[in-house]
């Protein structure tokens, strides 16, 4: 006797979503100045950033992380390629649509911590809260990259350290979707760059914010979700970390 439901179309299986990138680059190149004297910052880029992503930019001095990250921030524009933010073209984006993309979505983090002296870590922090939609109160920013015994000191009284978590509090106050880190622990000794890297660890980890943090010293490549590692303005390798190290687990 024939299976009378074996006319019947086959039930679909359950939809399996589709991860979208936050950040989808292809062939981004980027030159500054004209003819003989032009110079190739990055030339022929194709990547894909994804939210919750701990990524790191490798490369030596001029190899073109800091370009890129210029780029991912919406701080400059590229001469040619694909650039997108979330399916928009970002170099397409107006100055206003660009201010609107940087104050709400993006937290900076550069080697300089860039502090009003006058200013308390607290009033540095509120500096941005005040500004953005929806922030952290500049209490809850500090206590995340553990300065919440210190939110009434000026930047004197705190350590290099300290400046740069309060940096980082500052970045994050606004929860960004992305947090772009410039050589974050350039000026710190290793001690107090390890500790500038656990917050950037908790913040990627308990706000699934994308980090990207570009730097010339491989031993971070170990904390990384992916590596990139950047030369001449190419990207030449990707690595994926089948476990990503702690900081605290780093072999300086």
């Not at 980082?168 to 106050?173: G, L, M």
């Not at 994308?210 to 170990?222: E, F, G, K, R």
Request: proline content about 5%.
């Amino acid at each position: 006797m024939a299976d009378p439901l074996a006319s019947l179309p086959a039930r679909p299986g359950p939809a399996v979503p589709v991860r979208e990138p936050v950040f989808h680059v292809r062939g981004l190149a980027r030159r500054y100045g004209e003819g003989e004297a032009a110079v190739t910052a990055l030339a022929g880029v194709d990547l894909d950033l994804y939210a919750g992503e701990l990524i790191v930019l490798l490369g030596a001095s001029g190899s073109g992380k800091s370009t890129l990250l210029n780029q991912l921030g919406g701080l400059d524009s590229p001469s040619e390629g694909v650039l997108e933010y979330r399916g928009a073209n970002l170099a397409a984006f107006g100055e206003a649509e660009l201010t609107v993309f940087r104050r709400d979505a993006v937290g900076f983090v550069f080697q300089a911590y860039n502090l009003i002296p006058s200013l308390t870590a607290r009033e540095n922090v509120a500096l941005i809260t005040e500004i953005c939609r929806a922030p952290m109160v500049p209490e809850e920013a500090l206590a995340l990259v553990g300065l919440a015994d210190r939110m009434n000191h000026f930047p004197a009284q705190l350590s290099g350290g300290e400046q740069q978590r309060v940096a980082i509090a500052r970045a994050i106050a606004k929860r960004p979707e992305v947090l772009l880190c410039d050589e974050p622990t350039g000026a710190l000794d290793v001690r107090t760059g390890i500790t500038v890297l656990e917050a950037v660890e908790r913040i990627n980890r308990e706000l699934g914010t994308l980090a990207v943090i570009i730097t010339h010293n491989a031993v971070m490549a170990d904390m990384a979700d992916r590596i990139f590692t950047l030369s001449d303005g190419r990207i030449v390798n990707v690595r994926a970390n089948t476990r990503r190290a702690a900081a605290r687990e780093l072999k300086w």
